[in-house]
């Protein structure tokens, strides 16, 4: 307790359920589908550009935004999908590498490889979307990933990895895209203009108690209702 506060107890979605839907009241039931606990939510959305020119040093693409680029503590389930789409402008001089790589805490997940961009472009579009999916959770987790880098209008380069992914789910997980350049040069530039990372839990397993039947009624958020027959 601080001051007289007590810390709120984190939401249970199969008992958030059942605190909305009443099994065992008497006669139909009323449920509110606004009301139902979210599986989805944004976590990091990139509110500033950030530029990564003339250098081969691998570089971070994010810069500040809304929320926290991080999985918390114990904050995933078997299914969870984690998506990443990023997207800016870029230009080059010749044909330049560039390596993206999606990155949990320090370790790689999936990445572009050293990809050969188009021959000297100036403020052509970019973007990324990769997704990772959790198989296992706690100390011992894993994911698999992978990805789609685009450019130029429609040149196209995959983000794999062709094995699962160790990593721990016990400690909290910063999430980076990160950009590595194969020649540093002034003319060799990539901006990230957004980055958002989002989560999708899977629905929670509800027992045959907490499901509706014949005579149910939903209500929606505008006020009108639905019969189950």
């Known amino acids: 307790d601080i001051a007289g506060l007590t810390e709120k107890a984190a939401p249970d979605p199969v008992a958030d359920y059942a605190a909305i839907y009443d099994a065992s009241a008497p006669g139909p039931k009323k449920t509110r589908l606004d009301q139902l606990p979210a599986s989805h939510r944004t976590l990091f959305s990139q509110i500033a550009d950030k530029t990564v020119a003339n250098t081969v040093a691998e570089t971070t693409l994010l810069a500040s935004g809304a929320g926290i680029a991080e999985i918390p503590a114990n904050a995933v389930q078997q ?46 579009d970019w973007h990324v979307e990769a997704t990772v999916i959790v198989r296992e959770i706690g100390a011992s987790g894993t994911v698999v990933a992978s990805g789609l880098l685009e450019h130029d209008d429609g040149a196209s380069f995959g983000m794999v990895k062709t094995t699962a992914t160790a990593l721990d789910f016990t ?54 209702q639905i019969l189950l027959e």
């Open 79 to 124: 299914g969870t999908i984690l998506r990443v789409r990023a997207g800016g402008y870029l230009s080059d001089t010749g044909t330049p590498t560039l390596n993206l790589k999606l990155k949990l805490g320090a370790t790689e997940v999936c990445s572009s490889g050293a990809v050969t961009l188009s021959a000297t472009i100036t403020d052509q």
């Open 171 to 224: 400690g909290a997980l910063a999430v980076d895209l990160t950009a590595t350049w194969g020649a540093a040069s002034a003319s060799n530039t990539l901006t990230a203009q957004y980055l958002t990372l989002e989560q999708h839990n899977p629905p929670p397993v509800l027992t045959s108690s907490l499901l509706m039947e014949t005579g149910d009624v939903l209500l929606l958020e505008s006020g009108d």
